[in-house]
């Protein structure tokens, strides 16, 4: 069996439709544990104070951001060399997902940061990287809007996807290419000295496994609306209304 099948429109429908219940589910159960334990069964922490439990929130978000510009890069990129109609939604799928992380983690960095900085914002190489991906998810947005010809959307869209790139990777490896800045290294790592204590990583786990699964769901269910939107475009054209 190849993975290629599933760029079928109909082996994708049966596909998602079998996938979809899990990915909700399992989304609002992770969720659920991870979100309910961080918040509260985690002690303050003796730096941060209360202020740290907002990681169960701007750290998946911020690490979901990230990871949906990759996943449209990748998607973006199949549609270019192979042509897949169902690559290109679920680009285009994943966008407003991608949107909404960036802009929930934004928000809770700019709460985080304001005690723990003195500031909401700081032109911080990290931050600033974050800002701009955030804009070119807004221009990916307005692009897919302003552009009649779907495929000639999909192939702009797929270009500004590979420019954007850019920012995705400075916005995970910013603190790695800049020593300076206010922003900390990331939260989780293969290096256990540099990971968050035990306490607050395992409550952390389960909250980014939700916002994936979550991430996961909104796309399968948005690529499902764009290619049943799709139809029905292709339905009027022939009936020429």
């Keep these: 069996m190849s993975l290629w099948e599933y760029a079928n429109p109909v082996k994708f429908f049966a596909l998602s439709g079998r996938l979809l219940p899990w990915a909700a589910g399992l989304s609002a159960a992770c969720l ?21 439990k ?21 998607a973006s990129l199949i549609w270019l060399i192979r042509r897949h109609h169902v690559s290109a ?47 070119f998810y807004i221009g990916y947005l307005i692009m897919w809007q302003s552009v009649e010809n779907p495929d000639k959307a999909a192939d702009l869209t797929s270009v500004l996807c590979i420019v954007g790139s850019v920012f995705a990777v400075l916005s995970r490896y910013a603190v790695n290419f800049w020593n300076q800045g206010l922003h900390q290294g990331a939260s989780l790592s293969l290096d256990k000295e540099k990971n ?46």
């Design 54 to 74: 907002i990681i169960y929130i701007h750290v998946p978000s911020a690490l979901m951001a990230i990871n949906a510009w990759f996943m449209m890069l990748v």
């Design 32 to 52: 659920l544990i991870g979100l309910y334990w961080g918040f509260f069964h985690t002690p303050d922490d003796y730096r941060m104070g209360s202020t740290v």
């Design 196 to 241: 968050v204590a035990d306490v607050f990583y395992q409550p952390l786990l389960f909250a980014i496994a939700g916002f994936v699964l979550l991430f996961f769901a909104l796309v399968l269910l948005g690529t499902r609306s764009e290619i049943r939107l799709r139809r029905a475009a292709a339905v009027r054209m022939r009936r020429g209304i």
């Design 89 to 135: 939604l679920a680009a285009k799928a994943a966008a407003p997902v991608g949107t909404v992380m960036t802009l929930i983690a934004l928000i809770t960095g700019a709460i985080w940061g304001q005690p723990m900085w003195g500031t909401w914002w700081a032109w911080d190489p990290r931050l600033t990287s974050f800002l701009i991906l955030f804009l």
